[in-house]
């Protein structure tokens, strides 16, 4: 099973909102990250966070992280027609990999 | 410019035959992962490489092969043994050490069945 399980599994906002998904994993970790995937493309990383941190932005990107609920957030503000795409949690529960949830896939309405 | 390339972007394969996909880094990167993703899904790991001339079976490595001769280069051989090969597939450097860091992606290849 996977160890990252994104919620929900799709989302569409209208631009200008905001939009939050939410990972979940089973086992302990060392650090989340969150990545993008425009259709077709390859993943970019967005964000990495470590389990000793509980909060950290990067620009319209916030994310969390409470390890004690095995949970994570991404929140995009402000949304933007450009940030339709899929995005994943990974974490890295077993050494020296990266195990991937089944994805959030967001659409921004204009 | 420094990345990940992947070539070719598609590439069909016919019944039995076997077919090689490339991956070259220019990241100085010791750690390389070729991950398969299927539609509407998140990633599996196939295989991944620490270092040359050593590599590691991921969560779904039958039916596929790898080699790393060299530190850019980690290209995946899809056999004839896999029945069902059609999907995308990503390949990943990262710099190698203890907990994993930020991985570096290519623009895939998507492979099609004749």
């Known amino acids: 099973s996977q160890q990252g399980e994104e919620d929900p599994q799709a989302l569409s906002i209208q631009e200008g909102e905001n939009a939050t998904m939410n990972c979940s994993y089973k086992t302990s970790i060392n650090n989340l990250q969150w990545y993008r995937q425009n259709s077709g493309r390859g993943l970019v990383h967005l964000i990495l966070?470590?389990?000793?941190?509980r909060e950290k932005h990067s620009g319209r990107l916030r994310v969390t992280l409470d390890t004690s609920k095995k949970s994570s957030s991404l929140l995009i503000t402000a949304s933007r027609a450009a940030d339709t795409a899929s995005y994943f949690c990974a974490t890295d529960a077993k050494a020296q990999k990266l195990v991937f949830g089944q994805g959030t896939r967001l659409t921004i309405n204009p | 410019d420094g990345g990940i390339t992947q070539s070719p972007k598609y590439l069909f394969r016919k019944e039995g035959q076997n077919v090689t996909l490339s991956c070259e880094q220019n990241l100085n990167h010791d750690a390389m992962y070729w991950y398969r993703q299927d539609p509407g899904q998140g990633l599996r790991l196939i295989y991944y490489s620490q270092i040359v001339n050593d590599f590691q079976k991921g969560d779904i490595a039958e039916g596929y092969s790898v080699s790393r001769e060299k530190k850019e280069s980690f290209p995946l051989t899809v056999t004839s043994a896999q029945k069902n090969p059609t999907a995308f597939y990503l390949c990943?450097?990262?710099?190698?050490?203890?907990?994993?860091?930020?991985?570096?992606f290519g623009p895939g290849t998507r492979l099609l069945v004749l």
């Open positions: 966070i470590r389990s000793n941190e």
């Open positions: 990943a450097s990262t710099t190698s050490g203890g907990a994993i860091e930020t991985q570096y």
